[in-house]
């Protein structure tokens, strides 16, 4: 067995990691057998693939890697054997010991994330079953009628739910008003108990800027008094910045949940007070987490999350909202039709001319000198990558397009302080307020970002944190954003993490146009594959 593991590592299966988890597992055993060594191997396979275990049901009986490839590959014994194996090794535990791996029932886990899991979900339960005996139904009623009265009953739902219930899912793509929600939420509260304290955060700080603007915009127009009003938060929080506090809220609502990964929600639940009010809402059909974990869509696999499926953004015979839906139902013949037959949809073949289009289109931003006009542009058009790395990658696609911008007379300074670059931050900095996934732009040797309210800051580029160029995004950086024209690259090879969620992502970006350029087997072959990661929250909830 460690022959077809190692096997396994030549050929770019297991990592070294994975490798060096299994001869760390073999250092503590003095009972090994093939069970062990591969359930080990791939426990840390799959958990830094994202899963917070192995379901070995999954692959019993099957040969790994699941995939047709020109490799050696390892047959999995049937389950009940499999069981038998690592129950009789002794640094396997059971459910509720301390042990270095953890099996329990089907599924083999690193003890972190089976303690991940339990304790997020057992805090999760304990609040599910609370009933609150503080709510005015009278007032409640008055305000529902009132707030939703021109908007879908599902909104209406969600919010009385909100109110009803100390933990509430809220589950809906972009454009069906789950920000206006939000505000209308707090309304409902707030004219509960007006001496409440409450919180608003999201993942990033892209994120939360969004969050608060939607809420200036539309909080105008809604239906209560000057007093409620002035009651709404002014400020949102990343969810990092707001762990370094203590949380003695009585409401706390979290956008972009979707975002979160395992161990960062499993350490947030138990800092909220048992009696707050602990609100998620996200989109489930959207990418998970980078790091472990699939948290949110778990979570809503339970009776008493609300979906919003009403759609205020796009009209049904949008493009952009028919190739959202095809995408997320994996009908791939479907979405490439709709590409060639929607005018707010089109379709372009990888070649040479990629570059110079979408320079064409950035090119008025180093004609401006106004940075609030600069940052409008770049915010109206999101370029983004599948991939980081490769010939169509982020990295690769920013770096040719400064060539383009300098071979076009455009960039002229010879530092990389240039007018008009765009940057993305990608390390938070408390300290000047500038969090990861924030994005900016220089102008006279000034680095100019966009704080809570909107309004431009200036600093001293010497002092920004770790931050990168900007004219391209990965999709992961995009969530949370929204985009007037979405440009899709896709890679010119398939890779794992090419898949219909990362597609559904970047194209929900989009208000009015997606572009999409790329193969077209490709295309249809990301929209088969689905983000597969193992998990075991969902059967806790």
Request: charged share 20%.
């Amino acid at each position: 067995m460690l022959a077809k593991i190692n096997n396994l590592r030549d050929q770019n299966i297991f990592s070294d990691l994975d490798i060096q988890f299994l001869k760390f597992i073999i250092s503590l055993s003095n009972d090994t057998n093939e069970g062990l060594l591969l359930g080990a191997a791939l426990t840390s396979y799959f958990t830094s693939n994202g899963s917070s275990c192995v379901d070995l049901s999954q692959l019993a009986g099957q040969y790994f890697p699941l995939e047709s490839v020109e490799t050696e590959r390892i047959l999995c014994p049937n389950l009940v054997e499999w069981q038998q194996d690592l129950k009789n090794c002794s640094i396997i535990g059971q459910a509720g010991d301390y042990k270095p791996l953890i099996l329990d029932k089907q599924r083999l886990y690193l003890y972190r994330y089976w303690n991940y899991e339990q304790q997020l979900a057992a805090n999760i339960n304990s609040r599910r079953t609370m009933q609150r005996t503080d709510i005015n139904h009278a007032l409640l009623e008055n305000g529902l009628l009132r707030l939703f009265s021109k908007t879908s009953e599902e909104q209406k739902q969600a919010a009385q739910a909100a109110v009803l219930n100390n933990f509430c899912l809220i589950s809906g793509a972009p454009g069906t008003g789950k920000t206006s929600t939000i505000v209308k939420i707090l309304i409902l509260l707030l004219e509960q108990n007006s001496n409440l304290n409450i919180a608003l955060a999201a993942p990033t700080g892209k994120a939360t800027v969004r969050l608060q603007e939607t809420i200036r915009k539309i909080l105008p127009d809604l239906a209560c008094s000057k007093e409620i009003k002035d009651l709404i938060p002014k400020e949102s929080y990343t969810i990092h910045r707001l762990l370094g506090h203590e949380l003695p809220y009585d409401v706390i609502i979290i956008d972009e949940a979707s975002m979160i990964d395992l161990a960062l929600m499993a350490k947030m639940a138990p800092m909220i007070s048992k009696s707050a009010r602990w609100i998620l809402l996200g989109d489930k059909d959207q990418l998970a987490s980078i790091a472990t974990g699939t948290v949110f869509a778990d979570l809503c696999k339970t009776e008493d999350t609300v979906y919003l499926t009403k759609n205020y953004r796009f009209r049904e015979n949008s493009g952009i909202w028919q190739l959202a839906q095809a995408i997320k139902q994996g009908e791939a013949s479907k979405a490439l039709k709709l590409l060639g037959s929607k005018s707010d949809l089109s379709w372009y073949d990888l070649d040479s001319n990629l570059i110079e289009q979408i320079s064409d289109n950035l090119s008025i931003c180093f004609l401006e000198q106004v940075p609030a006009k600069i940052l409008e542009t770049y915010n109206k058009i999101g370029v983004l990558c599948a991939n980081r790395y490769g010939l169509y990658g982020m990295e690769s696609i920013n770096q040719r397009l400064e060539e383009e911008f300098r071979r076009k007379g455009l960039i002229q300074a010879r530092n990389n302080w240039y007018n008009a670059r765009p940057i993305m931050i990608t390390h938070n900095d408390y300290r000047l307020k500038l969090f990861n996934g924030d994005m900016g732009t220089i102008l006279n040797n000034n680095a100019f970002f966009p704080d809570a309210k909107g309004e431009l800051r200036a600093f001293s580029p010497s002092c920004l944190p770790k931050h990168e160029t900007a004219y391209a995004m990965t999709i992961h950086k995009s969530q949370g954003s929204e985009f007037e024209q979405v440009i899709i690259l896709l890679p010119d090879k398939l890779s794992p993490l090419l898949t219909r969620e990362l597609l559904y992502t970047g194209i929900s970006r989009a208000r009015s146009h997606v572009s999409i350029w790329g193969n077209k087997d490709i295309f249809l072959e990301a929209i088969s594959q689905q983000n597969c990661r193992f998990s075991g929250l969902g059967d806790l909830i």
